[in-house]
């Protein structure tokens, strides 16, 4: 199991769980990062965060910081 | 009985422009999430049915969540104003997400009917809707719709009228686990009695999820609550996993399932948006792309396009309508009083600032545009990491680029974000950025600059407008590391998860419209402030104590503006601008920004009498600038004092704190007098030498780079500020 916030770009993983608590974590899940989804690491700005993903058929940007709460496998 | 329809629906859906068609206003509509802060309401056209039945534009969600403020708004209204209908917009080509709201507002009580918006868009992208099958999944009618181009729009208001007449409370479909059904059921049971039956899922639901502000609405007896928290424990045990994410997860499961049956998608392919966004936003191009959009925003508004205009009106226009009415004065035989009042005063300053209109108009327009097809929220991705690098996120940015229109709406956007600390640092900071008023005075001191620097002669300039929206964006950089290092703006960074739309060509109407509406509120302006503002100047400007009696005056030196702007001189003059006539012109931006440049041109027409050449008005007003190293400290202290009345009364509004309030005019002035004073006094040292100012200068340099430099004593901070959802109930 690894972050998110460790995934190449390019990859496509799947979620196994969303730790940490609280307003992020429910805004997270909120926008369809919930377990079992597919998300697909599309590509980093320029300076080099956040990192912007495929989820759900949307485009989703999250800083590396936040990703960090999303393990993936 | 005239009906209540809500518009819910996520951020970017098409929401605003849905209920601009419904109700014929014209609200804005932006491509990037959170447009709608605040609730609108509006009445339904006649043409769609009753045009008694009322339309309220909820602000865009994703979720009924209890975490942002825009949640807490749309949940209250829907549960406390009771509407009789909830139209669900549901964006057809996202359809997963969207959906996910819909299962939390089919849980309110509140008879649903969704809109499948974006309709037009299906056929494109080669998915099919089963909307037949897909209703008869979430128990509520689904009406196909294209809000942009007005299609199914009758049908819609037809179907929702029938939905809430019928008021037919179903109970939503089941779309939990047995066990978690089987303990909403318990809960259900033990709330109190007034809540209404068909609301009592949604409560049971939320107090299951702990949500805080349920729990604490509702009141409930201690053992009461141990049989919920029993009823939870249960659950979380099972499933291995907390109330939140088992409902949450839930929900996307039933979504998803949902999806299978409803939806056909023919296979996924680039659409042109993201071929666009692989380049726009690219490792390598995504920040020259955004310096050179910028720059060329900036540029093609000034200088050229929006330039022509203004030269045309400020040489050709003005002078014209000056002469043709004093003339027509003077064969009235008018007094000559009154006709200096009109011809110098009036028209003089108002043509000033007028003149400055193509240029406005093209800036709003090219920032429309840039909002409209998903440009702006993008500049929030690639702009981030140096955002948060100063402590800011980059939805802070969103604000910061409004503001270059005007500032009004870029302190009302700063709603979108969620700490306290941030919003309050960027309703603070907004205003650095040079907005559409502040181009006239950009405009004439940058003439005044390459006048002294390159030309020796006055032209009018525009290079300085791109140079001094980076010199706004470093205040605000500035400010933000100074600040944030202070316990009042200390917190963690603000998390960001933000969704990034499909861009889209921009639509002319919102485009057009969008851009009237601001030139609208500037000519109201213009024509009601500006105007009272113009003849005062004039007054005060002309009137004063000369040989023993109060009257009008042959030079302006002896006038009561004369007086006035002398006596608070003094204060400016560490600062370069030490004359009366740019200290009156500064105090005269305090009712707006572009009243500077009108105040100047009366001062300057008074002073050259009459005349009607920009080059020599230029030159009169250069006179006052003893160097080009004060001309620029005078701009750079307007740049950054308070900004106007009316970007004043909205930073009070949206501080929502009286001292706070405060605190930011104290700052914004302080901070404008310190910058320029160093600016000012650092640039005259080659050539004039070291003096006590210079002393002063260093010593305050000293303290800002200590300020910018020292360590963070609030680094290791692990809470986040605190939200004031409370605010919004």
């Known amino acids: ?73 | 009985m005239a009906l209540k329809f809500a518009l819910a629906g996520n951020p970017n859906c098409g929401k605003t422009t849905m209920f601009n068609a419904l109700t014929g206003s014209n609200q804005y509509v932006g491509n990037w999430p959170g447009v709608t802060v605040e609730k609108k309401e509006g009445k339904m056209k006649g043409k769609f049915g009753s045009s008694d039945t009322i339309v309220t534009d909820l602000p865009g969600i994703y979720s009924l969540s209890p975490y942002t403020l825009e949640e807490v708004v749309s949940r209250d209204y829907i549960l406390g104003e009771n509407p009789d209908v909830i139209i669900d917009l549901v964006d057809a080509t996202n359809i997963e997400r969207n959906l996910y709201l819909t299962t939390q507002l089919i849980e309110t009580g509140v008879p649903v009917v969704i809109a499948l918006n974006m309709a037009d868009l299906l056929k494109k992208r080669g998915i099919r809707v089963d909307t037949e099958r897909l209703g008869s999944i979430l128990g509520c009618e689904v009406v196909p719709t294209s809000a942009l181009r007005g299609e199914g729009l009758d049908k819609l208001a037809k179907q929702a009228a029938i939905t809430g007449a019928e008021n037919s409370h179903a109970l939503p479909p089941e779309i939990f686990s047995k066990e978690l059904e089987a303990a909403i059921k318990n809960v259900e049971m033990i709330l109190p009695a007034s809540i209404p039956q068909q609301k009592r899922r949604w409560y049971a639901i939320k107090i299951l999820e702990n949500d805080s502000k349920v729990s604490a609405q509702l009141s409930l007896s201690d053992s009461q609550l141990k049989v919920i928290a029993a009823e939870r424990a249960a659950i979380e045990k099972k499933e291995d996993s907390d109330m939140e994410s088992i409902v949450t997860d839930a929900r996307y499961a039933f979504i998803q399932k949902a999806v299978k049956a409803a939806v056909k998608k023919s296979g996924e392919k680039l659409t042109t948006s993201d071929k666009i966004d692989q380049i726009v936003t690219s490792r390598i191009f995504g920040i020259p792309i955004f310096v050179g959009i910028m720059f060329l925003v900036y540029y093609l508004s000034i200088n050229s396009m929006g330039g022509f205009f203004t030269d045309w009106i400020n040489d050709v226009a003005t002078p014209w309508v000056q002469e043709a009415v004093s003339n027509g004065l003077t064969a009235l035989h008018a007094n000559s009083v009154f006709i200096s009042a009109i011809s110098n005063g009036v028209i003089g300053g108002l043509g000033a600032v007028l003149g400055f209109t193509p240029q406005m108009a093209f800036l709003f327009l090219f920032l429309s545009i840039l909002e409209d097809c998903g440009y702006m929220v993008r500049i929030a991705f690639v702009m981030d990491r140096v955002f948060r690098h100063f402590g800011l996120s980059g939805k802070s940015f969103i604000p910061l680029l409004i503001s270059s229109g005007c500032g009004v709406p870029g302190i009302m956007s700063s709603k979108t974000i969620d700490q306290d600390n941030d919003r309050r640092l960027t309703i603070m900071t907004a205003t650095f950025i040079p907005c559409g008023a502040k181009l006239p005075v950009i405009a004439l001191m940058g003439g005044i600059i390459t006048s002294y620097s390159v030309t020796g002669k006055f032209t009018a300039g525009g290079w300085m407008a791109p140079m001094m929206y980076f010199v706004g964006i470093a205040a605000v950089l500035i400010s933000a590391v100074m600040l944030k290092k202070t316990k009042p703006f200390s917190g963690k960074a603000a998390p960001f998860v933000m969704e990034l739309p499909q861009y889209h060509i921009p639509q002319p109407k919102t485009v057009l419209m969008h851009v009237w509406e601001r030139l609208k509120a500037f000519l109201k302006k213009a024509g009601t402030v500006l105007f009272l503002a113009t003849l005062v100047m004039w007054f005060l400007s002309s009137f004063g104590v000369e040989g023993g009696r109060f009257g009008l005056v042959d030079t302006p030196n002896s006038s009561v503006l004369a007086a006035i702007g002398g006596a608070i001189a003094v204060i400016f003059r560490p600062l370069g601008f030490g004359e009366w006539q740019p200290v009156a012109a500064t105090i005269s931006g305090f009712t707006a920004k572009e009243s500077i440049v009108s105040t100047m041109g009366v001062l300057a027409h008074v002073a050259s009498d009459a005349s009607e050449d920009t080059a020599v008005v230029g030159q009169a007003i250069a006179s006052w600038f003893p160097s080009a190293a004060a001309a620029f400290s005078f701009l750079l202290f307007n740049l950054l004092d308070s900004p106007c009345l009316a970007a004043i009364g909205t930073m009070a509004a949206e501080m929502n704190d009286r001292k706070w309030f405060w605190f930011a005019i104290l700052y914004q002035n302080v901070f404008a007098y310190v910058s320029s004073l160093i600016v000012y006094q650092l640039w005259i040292l080659p050539a004039n030498g070291f003096t006590a100012w210079t002393a002063v200068a260093v010593v305050l340099l000293i303290i800002m780079l200590y300020l910018l430099f020292r360590p963070d004593p609030y680094k290791n901070m692990k809470t986040y500020s605190k939200r004031s959802v409370t605010e919004a109930a």
Request: proline content about 4%; aromatic content about 2%.
């Open chain 1, 1 to 73: 199991m690894m972050s998110l916030k460790d995934v190449p770009v390019g990859q496509t993983v799947r979620v196994v769980k969303i730790d940490g608590d609280g307003a992020v974590r429910r805004r997270i899940m909120d926008m369809g990062i919930t377990k079992g989804t597919e998300l697909y690491v599309r590509k980093v700005a320029p300076l080099g965060d956040p990192v912007e993903l495929t989820v759900r058929g949307y485009e989703l940007t999250v800083r590396k910081n936040d990703a960090d709460i999303i393990k993936v496998g």
